[in-house]
T-cell receptor
């Protein structure tokens, strides 16, 4: 079955601390993984896609096929990083997205 | 440039009422997706269009849900005889193809 698991509903860290938001997936084919972010009162926006292998706003994510994970990391969290983060898997010919439940990140001053 | 827009942003319906939700994708985007997001959940796929063709409607929860994109641009999601369990945020996304770009969503509350 195709599934995305984000085990933490809420993650709270202090400003300047490292942050890791976990994402595990289950998919029989070759997955394409994404991280989307939703800031307060804003729409969902793409943060990262694994094929780009880029760093956005200091965030990186590496696809680990052995562990079926795509964890999102940032070495030094900022208050403006506080948001809802969703991990998603692109599946099938139509590339529909299968989503995790999301992790709410709170960065405290 | 203009992003994906959706209207109305909020809709309150009485149980049994029909509703229509509109999505204006980014101009030129071939693919259009509808998702439903219940409170505290991630989005769930409803249906997919490539131009005017509805290629996947496997996520529509019942035959009360109907979507169309007659000219390959604007799409409408219609829900007939709304039920309380239809209360959710309905998200529309378009893609060139490639990454999906989302609208602000329509928050539907069925009383």
């Amino acid at each position: 079955a195709q599934r995305v698991t984000q085990p933490e509903k809420l993650l709270s860290v202090f400003k300047g601390a490292p942050v890791e938001l976990k994402c595990n997936y289950s998919y029989s084919g070759s997955p394409e993984l994404f991280w989307y972010v939703q800031y307060s009162r804003q729409r969902l926006q793409l943060l990262l896609r694994h094929i780009s292998r880029e760093s956005i706003k200091g965030f990186t994510a590496d696809l680990n096929k052995g562990e079926t994970s795509f964890h999102l990391k940032k070495p030094f969290a900022q208050e403006e990083d506080s948001a809802m983060y969703y991990c998603a898997l692109s599946a099938g010919n139509n590339r529909k997205l299968i989503w995790g439940l999301g992790t709410s990140l709170a960065v405290n001053p | 440039g203009a992003g994906v827009s959706q209207s109305p942003r909020y809709k309150v319906a009485k149980r049994g009422q029909d509703v229509a939700l509109r999505c204006d994708p980014i101009s030129g985007h071939v693919s259009l997706f509808w998702y439903q997001q219940a409170l505290g959940q991630g989005p769930e796929f409803l249906t997919y269009f490539q131009n005017e063709a509805q290629l996947d409607k496997s996520g529509l929860p019942s035959d009360r849900f109907f979507a169309e994109r007659p000219e390959g641009s604007v799409s409408t999601l219609k829900i007939q005889r709304t039920q309380q369990e239809d209360s959710a945020v309905y998200l529309c996304a378009s893609s060139p193809p490639g990454p999906q770009y989302f609208g602000p969503g329509t928050r539907l509350l069925v009383l």
